[in-house]
């Protein structure tokens, strides 16, 4: 059964911090390269982050110094570490593999406001 269930988005001030999790069903999981995505209001979806099953990592160089992501291969689950948010980081992030399966799970919003 194909998976993906994100969640720990949220209303966060400029400057603030947000963890994101993403849990997969062990098909999806295991052995792929994830990801995460996310698609702004009136715009695309773009690819934020991506990690190996051993661990090496990929950022956009927009992103790079901010976003940290990382993964739990026993739990079959990513995670996205958002820090120094600003407001044009608001969107719907999904995780996914990479690339991406047809499948997306519902994402979860995150927005940064004052």
């Known amino acids: 059964q194909v998976q993906l269930v994100e969640s720990g988005g949220g209303l966060v001030q400029p400057g603030g911090s947000l963890r994101l999790s993403c849990a997969a069903s062990?098909?999806?999981?295991?052995?792929?390269?994830m990801g995460w995505y996310r698609q702004a209001p009136g715009k695309q979806r773009e690819l934020v982050a991506t990690i190996t099953p051993g661990g090496n990592t990929y950022y956009p160089d927009s992103l790079k110094g901010r976003f940290t992501i990382s993964r739990d291969n026993a739990k079959n689950t990513v995670f996205l570490q958002m820090n120094s948010l600003k407001p044009e980081d608001t969107a719907v992030y999904y995780c996914n593999t990479f690339p991406a399966l047809q499948y997306w799970g519902q994402g979860t919003q995150v927005t940064v406001s004052s």
């Open positions: 062990r098909r999806i999981f295991s052995d792929n390269t």
